[in-house]
């Protein structure tokens, strides 16, 4: 059931151009949030400041709940506090209910995009990625979701299928209320950044795997994203590509041959997979380019329709690109695209 919420009127222009808050760093103990005290589980706690919680980016939108009851597999943060915690600057971390943040544009055209923040699977970067591409994405008509999904490291029994449970979910309840929120079931596009694009990789290649039993009627729907937009994404977990916070999260410090494959993106790309666009910066020093080298191999192999850019500058976590810079080509770059492919309309 949605909780409606006063909208985001300031501040995503200032976000745009912050330094990135969590990206990718090495993994160490996960801050702690203030004491949980029973509440009507209100969105987020502003997390080591004095602040309310509604100078947070995303306390201020509109709730989507993903799952009817216990995540699969349960675990956890606390169920007695705030669905999750959201600092001033919008990092997200003690993630107890996963949920969708809706942002919607003045005029929607008929599309919709779920969007997944990074921050090396130890955080979620609302503030610096997801919400202010959501109100750019906005100004082009686009319905935009900001998933807030599950962090394996916070105890949750699905560990890191935990986030990919997450992405399908969303993408089958984005397209279940097309109607509701004014835009076509056949226009749900996914768009990740770092860690987030290795998540909406996985959401967008695994759509098909039976990770978790449904739970409802929505389970019936497809996960298969119509689109897919993966920036400075995490692609694989192999060396020597692997010295990654989300490889470490996710498979650990020792993974077996195995584990590294069924979490490593470019091994399990499908013919069905998406028409899929990709964004990076050749100096990227965390998620090297050669993700993204990979990702448009394994795409081409199998024939899926695929764009990559690579600049020359932009280093990691750039979001919208800070102006007159390389990298901020991207966004103009993938609305053509999308324009082109009819998945946006002008």
Not at 60 to 75: K, S
């Amino acid at each position: 059931m949605a909780l409606h919420r006063r909208t985001l009127l300031t501040g995503a222009a200032a976000l745009a151009l912050a330094p990135a808050a969590g990206q990718e760093r090495p993994v160490g103990p996960l801050t702690g949030g203030p004491d949980r005290t029973p509440a009507d589980r209100p969105s987020g706690t502003a997390l080591g400041h004095d602040a309310p919680p509604e100078t947070a980016p995303g306390a201020a939108l509109e709730v989507m709940r993903l799952w009817p009851g216990t995540p699969p597999g349960g675990g956890g943060p606390g169920p007695d506090g705030p669905r999750f915690d959201e600092s001033r600057e919008g990092v997200v971390t003690g993630v107890a209910e996963p949920c969708l943040l809706v942002m919607r544009p003045a005029r929607s055209t008929g599309t919709a995009m779920v969007i997944a923040a990074g921050g090396g699977y130890r955080r979620i970067d609302l503030g610096h990625e997801a919400v202010p591409v959501g109100r750019w994405l906005n100004t082009l008509g686009v319905t935009a979701f900001a998933l807030v999904y599950r962090l394996p490291g916070e105890g949750w029994a699905a560990g890191a299928d935990a986030p990919i449970q997450d992405a399908l979910r969303a993408t089958r309840l984005v397209r279940a209320r097309a109607r509701r929120y004014g835009y076509e079931p056949n226009r749900v596009g996914v768009m990740g950044f770092s860690a987030g694009g290795h998540l909406m990789g996985a959401a967008s290649t695994r759509f098909a795997a039976p990770l978790y039993r449904p739970v409802d009627e929505d389970d019936a729907v497809s996960a298969r994203p119509d689109v897919a937009a993966l920036i400075y994404p995490v692609i694989t977990l192999k060396p020597p590509f692997d010295r990654t916070s989300s490889r470490r999260v996710l498979v650990g410090d020792s993974p077996t041959r195995i584990a590294t494959e069924t979490y490593s993106v470019e091994t399990r790309v499908p013919p069905e997979a998406p028409p899929t666009f990709l964004a990076q910066a050749a100096d990227d020093p965390i998620a090297v380019v050669d993700n993204s080298l990979l990702m448009f191999a394994a795409l081409r192999a199998v024939e899926v329709p695929v764009e990559m850019h690579l600049f020359e500058r932009g280093g990691h976590g750039f979001n919208l690109g800070v102006p007159g810079s390389p990298a901020a080509a991207w966004p103009g770059l993938f609305a053509t695209w999308a324009r082109r492919r009819g998945f946006i309309r002008a």
